[in-house]
């Protein structure tokens, strides 16, 4: 089975400048979650989509944060315009039902992003 | 406000030693708890899940326990090896939502 996707690994761009970050789920898993991991830290949930649908985007930045995951599938996550507290590594998972409310998460490997 | 913390923030043993890293949550309404290893620069890899109705799972040298009542999961490993090192991170289940505690950074020294 193949895992949860992303692209790209590492992105370097400058303050002000935008960025996307692109992630494929695992073949079936119907929710799929971005995450901000800042060094040192825990992830911290930014968007969760159930199919094509929008669950929770509570601490999401939405005056530079925006994401959408058309046919339920694919998400791209953007950042525009980026700032230097945007350095951080993006995970996407996703998450497939075990039995009645257990859910399991598996996650992609990350893109690094460093805001200059 | 749903809380997770895990202590310590970074362990350093000998390798052999047997070990505990523990995870600690405000909300005690859990589905489940799942443990996750990161090793540096990648993403995360599950370990060990843990339904609210159970009490501990095991896979290999890994052990998960869960006390919902006192809000609390530990997860121990046995005979440690430097291939442990890595940083563990908790992630209890609340409804689809995963709350994640800031992870044990974990160094086994040969």
């Known amino acids: 089975e193949a895992g949860v996707a992303q692209s790209p690994r590492y992105k370097i761009i400058e303050k002000r400048q935008s960025v996307a970050f692109w992630c494929n789920p695992i073949s079936g898993h119907a929710t799929l979650y971005w995450y901000q991991q800042i060094l040192g830290q825990g992830p911290k949930l930014l968007i969760q989509f159930q199919n094509n649908g929008v669950v929770d985007d509570s601490q999401l930045p939405k005056d530079r944060f925006s994401a959408e995951r058309l046919k339920g599938v694919d998400s791209t996550l953007k950042i525009q315009p980026a700032k230097l507290e945007d350095s951080a590594v993006y995970l996407c998972?996703?998450?497939?039902?075990?039995?009645?409310?257990?859910?399991?998460?598996?996650f992609g490997p990350g893109t690094r992003l460093t805001v200059t | 406000k749903q809380e997770v913390t895990q202590i310590p923030a970074a362990l350093s043993v000998p390798e052999g030693e047997n070990l505990v890293l523990n995870c600690s949550f405000t909300?005690?309404?859990?589905?489940?708890l799942q443990w996750f290893r990161q090793d540096p620069g990648k993403g995360l890899t599950s370990l060990l899940l843990i339904q609210s109705s159970q009490r501990e799972q095991t896979s290999g040298r890994l052990n998960a326990s869960l006390d919902k009542s006192s809000g609390r999961s530990t997860l121990y490993i046995a005979a440690s090896q430097p291939g442990d090192s890595a940083t563990y991170l908790c992630a209890v289940h609340y409804g689809q939502n995963f709350v994640f505690g800031p992870g044990t950074r974990l160094s086994v020294l040969p």
């Open positions: 998972a996703s998450s497939a039902r075990l039995a009645g409310p257990t859910y399991e998460q598996y």
């Open positions: 909300d005690s309404a859990i589905y489940n």
